[in-house]
């Protein structure tokens, strides 16, 4: 999940941030990283829960950088009653345990806008600071709406638009995500039957996340979920994870479909990268599939959704309102890649449907 410094500063000036971490030391690095450039002004510190609402009444700040486990309230319940009461950007930093990575997926699923992990030593300052400034300046321009919000159930999707045609079988859901996609993931994902048609998903996330993330979402859904490893046919009822550090494609192999992994480099800058997923789609799988791009900043997976569109898939993306960043939707609907744009539950009611009509033998 990545920022852009075009979000920062402005004729309001810096972006206005509270620190919340229990360790001085931290506070100090933290402040510092943010500092650096003169586009965030940390405008108070706090090192528990208490002292955290306080100076949020009192500063008003446009974000807050969460440490996940404090003495007392940790970070997840006090968001939990921050989204309640007061929504507003939050970044959570996390630890390296495996721990600090539950907890951080449990917010980024109650609204937090992005997480980061801890360095962990001196050669790591220097990246850690970039990409927390990135977050930063990102979340000071998400929308942040509490669970509720986003949660609420779409019931029946709307008609299907003008222009193209669903696949009357979708063989193959492909999915990807950056800022604000682990909740949109889930909101789409809980809506499908357990017998849905292979998922393969990408959404930006550090290496450290990604299969406790798809370990979470087998808890929860009724399909198998799972972190990629490299060479699984696609089956029914089960959703592929790209790992965080190796970008995912897939591959036809005679009738059947298959995840390969690799260790090129960022495709603008992400790694893994949206469109080099829905590139492969698009070649392996064409007018069988079915795309997905959700919230994010920047623009990747707008290319591989065109690319997807031109062979003859069916291309959905997230609708503008419900976006926490409507970055990579707002590029695939300037390139003409997005048949429609649904919100999140509207997006799994869809696929539902299609998947309903298709057992049925209705037309779509």
């Not at 402005?10 to 100090?28: H, Q, Y």
């Not at 808890?219 to 490893?229: D, H, Y």
């Amino acid at each position: 999940m990545t920022g852009d410094s075009s979000l920062a500063g402005g004729p309001a000036g810096p972006v206005r941030a509270i620190v919340v971490d229990d360790s001085r030391l931290m506070r100090r690095m933290l402040v510092s990283a943010l500092e650096a450039e003169g586009t965030i002004k940390v405008v108070a510190e706090a090192a528990d829960a208490a002292e955290a609402r306080a100076l949020i009444r009192e500063h008003d700040p446009q974000v807050i950088t969460l440490d996940v486990e404090m003495p007392g309230m940790n970070g997840l319940e006090f968001l939990r009653r921050l989204m309640a009461l007061r929504p507003m950007p939050v970044v959570m930093v996390s630890t390296l345990t495996g721990q600090g990575a539950d907890i951080s997926l449990g917010a980024l699923e109650l609204g937090a806008v992005d997480a980061i992990l801890k360095p962990s030593g001196r050669p790591a300052l220097a990246p850690f600071a970039r990409r927390l400034r990135r977050l930063v300046l990102t979340a000071s321009g998400a929308r942040v709406r509490p669970p509720s919000a986003t949660g609420a159930d779409a019931g029946a999707a709307a008609p299907l638009p003008e222009g193209g045609r669903p696949p009357s079988r979708p063989g193959l859901l492909a999915m990807g995500a950056s800022t604000g996609g682990v909740a949109a993931l889930t909101e789409v994902l809980r809506r499908l039957p357990a017998d849905a048609p292979p998922v393969v998903l990408a959404q930006h996330m550090p290496a450290a996340f990604t299969a406790r993330f798809a370990a979470r979402l087998d808890k929860l859904l009724p399909l198998r979920v799972t972190e990629a490893r490299g060479g699984e046919v696609l089956e029914p009822g089960t959703v592929l994870v790209a790992p965080g550090d190796r970008h995912l494609r897939v591959r036809s192999d005679g009738a059947a479909l298959v995840a390969l992994l690799e260790e090129s480099g960022p495709i603008s800058g992400h790694r893994p990268s949206v469109d080099v997923l829905f590139h492969s789609v698009a070649t392996a799988a064409g007018p069988t599939a079915v795309g997905v791009l959700l919230t994010g900043m920047g623009r990747d997976g707008a290319a591989g959704m065109h690319a997807m569109r031109t062979a003859g898939a069916w291309c959905i993306g997230q609708s503008e309102d419900s976006c926490v960043v409507y970055g990579m939707p707002r590029a695939a609907r300037a390139l003409g890649s997005c048949h429609e744009e649904l919100d999140p539950p509207a997006i799994g009611a869809r696929i539902s449907g299609l998947l309903r009509r298709a057992g049925s033998s209705a037309p779509v």
